[in-house]
């Protein structure tokens, strides 16, 4: 199985898990009102991420030899209302406040986008952004050590079976 394919495979199963196997905090995890406040500890991880993003340049301009993967996690506004659904994408490029990605899986809203196509996203649209190496250790991921810390020892396990990566 190609490695583009295994990735996809593994983000959907992430997505399935910290959202709907999480134990459930006070607010939607893949839709959040703009400009809301619902959970400090998720502003908080984006805060972090916005903090750090020139670590992940770094990493994605100048990848080790172990470096298995570089994205961001982007949020995309469910048309017609005032809320986001939030996706893993691969960077791709960036100019003057745009980020170009390359979508890993498709997304559940009514704007024709699917895995493999490219779009620009405004860099406020940037929640978080994941740098992982070969042996499953990884730079970034916020949103993601989040939704860890909020999983269940058993939905734990499970998403370490399954991703393989090493969670701090």
């Known amino acids: 199985m190609n490695k583009f394919i295994w990735l996809k495979i593994l983000l959907v199963l992430f997505l399935f898990l910290a959202g709907a196997c999480a134990p459930k905090p006070t607010f939607d995890a893949l839709s959040v009102a703009p400009g809301a406040d619902p959970d400090s500890d998720f502003m908080e ?98 949103t993601m050590r989040l939704a860890y810390k909020r999983m269940t020892v058993e939905e734990r396990r499970q998403f370490i079976a399954t991703t393989g990566y090493v969670m701090d």
Do not use: C, K, M
């Open 45 to 142: 991880a984006v805060a972090q991420a916005h903090e750090s993003i020139g670590d992940f340049y770094a990493a994605y301009f100048s990848p080790g030899p172990t470096q298995s993967f570089a994205g961001l996690r982007v949020r995309f506004q469910i048309p017609g209302s005032d809320y986001y659904e939030y996706h893993w994408t691969e960077f791709v490029d960036y100019y003057n406040g745009i980020f170009t990605v390359r979508l890993v899986d498709s997304v559940g809203l009514d704007i024709g986008q699917h895995a493999g196509h490219q779009v620009g996203v405004p860099d406020s649209d940037v929640v978080d952004w994941i740098v992982i190496q070969e042996d499953g250790t990884f730079a970034g991921g916020y």
